[in-house]
C-alpha cells in the first residue's frame, strides 16, 4: 500500500494538469495510465493527431496556394499513407515526451496499469505481468476520458471500415470515403480527406452541421465544404452497410432516404462514451450519468466528496482546453488553494476544419432567443489586406454587441486563423469591453486581427442605420 495526497487515473491534459496542479502546491501525486504511452486522446488519438494532420493535408495537397500564384492547384503528388502520418507521429512522440518530463520534473509518479476503486479511498492499479498495487488517496481525481461509440450496425473488425481512433492506422489512403456524423470529429476528417482530393460524402441525422454554431457560420462552413467537393446527406442516418469481403469490391451503405452510396472507406464519428466502465464507481456511491459519465457539482466533485472527476469522463464540453481548467479547479477546491476556483465565464471553441472555425460566446440565435437587443458587424477577410495578401477570399469575423451598451457578446470567425483570431474577442468579452475598445486599438497592419475593428465599425453603421 502506497499513501498519496492525490491519485489521479488517466494522463490525458485533465489528468496531467490536475497532477502538476497539486503537485506544484507540494502535494504527494500518482498518476496512473493504463496505456504504455502518456496523453490520453488529446496526444494519441484525438486532438493532436488530428490537427497535425489537417496541416499535412493542407500541405500536401497544395491547397493553400490555390489561387494565389496561377500555379498548379492539384494535389502535388500521390500522397502516401506515409506521408499523411509523417509528421503526425513525430508531434505525437514529441507530446508524450513533454508530458512525461513534466510529470518528472514536477516529481509525479507515474504507474503504468489499469486502474480501479477498490473502496473510496483505494485504487487498485492492475499491471501486466506484475503484481497489482494498491494506492491510497486523501484525494481521486477520475480522469479517465471517452472512447469513439461504436454503433453495432458497423463492423469494426474490418479493416476498411474505422473508428476515430482507428483512423490513423489506416493502411492505406482510401479511394473514396463515407464519414457518418456531421459533428466535429466528422467534420474535421471529411475536411482533411477532401483536401488530400479523396471524394467523401458527409451523412448526418441533423439537417445542418455543428448545429452550436452562429447559423450564418454553420451555412457558411457548409458552403465551404460542399466547394471542397463534400457530398453532404443532411437528414439521413446508414441504415445498412455491406462490407464484401473482397477488398476491390466497395462497401455499400443504404442511407434512410434510399440512396446507396459505394464506398472504398468508412469513418465513423457518431459520438464518444464516457470511460466508466470496470472503475467501480457506483460500488463507492459515486453516480454515473444517462451515458456514463461522471455526476458533478460545481467544482467538479462527485457525489462522494474526496473524489473528483474532470474532462470527457464528465461529458460536456469534452475539450482538451476545458479539460485541463476543470481539472486545474478541481485541485484548487480538494485542496483549498488560493487560485481561482471557477471555470471562465466565457469559453471558445476551436474547429479545425478546412476552413478553420471559431467562437466564443453568443450567437445570433441565442440572443433572439433571450430577446437581447443586439446588433451585429462582419468584416470579410477578402476586404481585409492581409486576407488579399494570403488569398483569403471566404473568411468572416462577426461580432455581436449589445445594442445600448455595445458591450460585446458574441464573436465568431470563420476563415485563416480562426482559432487563434477569436482570442482577441473573448478577452474583451471577460473583461466586459465595449465596441470602443476595438476603435481605439491600434492593430497591426495589415493583419487579419485588424478586422476587429472593420467589423465594429460595420456595427456602429447599422446602429446608425436601424438596421441589425
Ligand atoms: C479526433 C479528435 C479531435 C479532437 N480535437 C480537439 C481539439 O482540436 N481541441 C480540443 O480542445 N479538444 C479536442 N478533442 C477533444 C480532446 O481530445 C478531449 O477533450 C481531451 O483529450 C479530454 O482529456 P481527458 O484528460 O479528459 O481524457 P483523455 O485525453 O481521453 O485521457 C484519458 C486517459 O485516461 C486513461 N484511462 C482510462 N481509463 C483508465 C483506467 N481505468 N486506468 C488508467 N488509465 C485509464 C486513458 O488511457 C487516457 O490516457 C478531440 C478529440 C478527438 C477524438
Ligand atoms: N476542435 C475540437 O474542439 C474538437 C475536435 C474533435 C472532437 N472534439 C470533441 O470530441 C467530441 C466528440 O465528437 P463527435 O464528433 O464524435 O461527436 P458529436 O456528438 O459532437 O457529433 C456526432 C454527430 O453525429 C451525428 N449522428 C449521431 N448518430 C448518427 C447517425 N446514426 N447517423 C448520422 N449522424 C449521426 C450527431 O447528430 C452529431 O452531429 C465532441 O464533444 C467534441 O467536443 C472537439
Redesign the pocket.
Known amino acids: 500500500m502506497v499513501d498519496f495526497d492525490l491519485v489521479v ?7 496531467e494538469w490536475g497532477a502538476v496542479q497539486a503537485a506544484m502546491a507540494g502535494k504527494r501525486v500518482a498518476v ?4 504504455s504511452v502518456l ?4 496526444a494519441n ?3 493532436l493527431p ?2 497535425t494532420l489537417r496541416e499535412t493535408a493542407l500541405h500536401l495537397s497544395g491547397l493553400k496556394a490555390r489561387g494565389l500564384y496561377s500555379v498548379e492547384t492539384t494535389l502535388r503528388h500521390e500522397a502516401t499513407v506515409s506521408d499523411f502520418l509523417y509528421r503526425e507521429r513525430r508531434v505525437k512522440g514529441m507530446e508524450r515526451e513533454r508530458i512525461g518530463h513534466n510529470l518528472q520534473k514536477h516529481g509525479v509518479q507515474v504507474l503504468q496499469g ?3 476503486f477498490v473502496d473510496a479511498h483505494t485504487v487498485r492499479v492492475c499491471r501486466k505481468g506484475a503484481e497489482d498495487l494498491l494506492l491510497t488517496g486523501s484525494v481521486i481525481l477520475v ?4 472512447s469513439p461509440y461504436r454503433p453495432p450496425l458497423y463492423p469494426f473488425g474490418d479493416i476498411r471500415v474505422h473508428d ?1 481512433d482507428e483512423v490513423l492506422e489506416i493502411g492505406r489512403l482510401p479511394s473514396s470515403l463515407v464519414v457518418v456524423g456531421g459533428g466535429v ?1 466528422g467534420c ?1 476528417y471529411a475536411c482533411m480527406f477532401a483536401a488530400l482530393g479523396i471524394p467523401v460524402t458527409l451523412v448526418e441525422v441533423k439537417p445542418e452541421v455543428l448545429p452550436f454554431l452562429d447559423d450564418e457560420i454553420s451555412a457558411l462552413l457548409a458552403q465551404r465544404m460542399e466547394a471542397l467537393g463534400i457530398r453532404l446527406r443532411f437528414g439521413q442516418t446508414v441504415e445498412k452497410v455491406d462490407v464484401p469481403a473482397a477488398c476491390e469490391v466497395p462497401i455499400r451503405l443504404t442511407l434512410s432516404s434510399g440512396e446507396e452510396v459505394d464506398t472504398d472507406q468508412v469513418l465513423v464519428a457518431s459520438g464518444r462514451s464516457a ?1 466508466t466502465s ?2 467501480g464507481l457506483q460500488d463507492i456511491g459515486v453516480k454515473l450519468g444517462a451515458r456514463g459519465q461522471v455526476e458533478v457539482g460545481p467544482s467538479f466533485q462527485t457525489a462522494v466528496p474526496h473524489i473528483y472527476a ?4 464528465i461529458g460536456f464540453p ?4 476545458t ?1 485541463m481548467d476543470q481539472a486545474r479547479i478541481a485541485v484548487e477546491h480538494a485542496f483549498t488553494l488560493e487560485g481561482p476556483q471557477a471555470l471562465a465565464t466565457v469559453l471558445p471553441y ?1 474547429i ?1 476544419t478546412i476552413p478553420e472555425v471559431s467562437m466564443a460566446g453568443e450567437t445570433e440565435e441565442g440572443l433572439r432567443a433571450k430577446r437581447v437587443p443586439y446588433v451585429a458587424g462582419r468584416a470579410a477577410f477578402a476586404t481585409n489586406p492581409r486576407g488579399q495578401i494570403i488569398g483569403e477570399m471566404y473568411g468572416l469575423l462577426k461580432l455581436l454587441f449589445h445594442r445600448e451598451s455595445l458591450k460585446l457578446l458574441g464573436v465568431h470567425v470563420i476563415g485563416e486563423q480562426a482559432s487563434e483570431l477569436v482570442h482577441v474577442g473573448l478577452v474583451a468579452m471577460l473583461t466586459g469591453s465595449t465596441a470602443r475598445l476595438f476603435i481605439e486599438t491600434c492593430f497591426n497592419y495589415p493583419t487579419l486581427s485588424e478586422a476587429y475593428k472593420a467589423a465594429t465599425f460595420d456595427a456602429l453603421d447599422h446602429l446608425k442605420h436601424g438596421t441589425v
Do not use: F, H, M, Q
Open positions: 487515473i488517466g494522463s490525458g491534459p485533465a489528468g496512473v495510465e493504463r496505456e496523453g490520453g486522446t488529446a488519438t484525438g486532438t488530428s490537427k489499469v486502474g480501479s480522469a479517465t476520458g471517452s476515430s470529429i474535421e470511460n470496470g472503475l474532470v474532462g470527457d469522463v469534452a475539450l482538451a482546453s479539460s476551436g479545425y
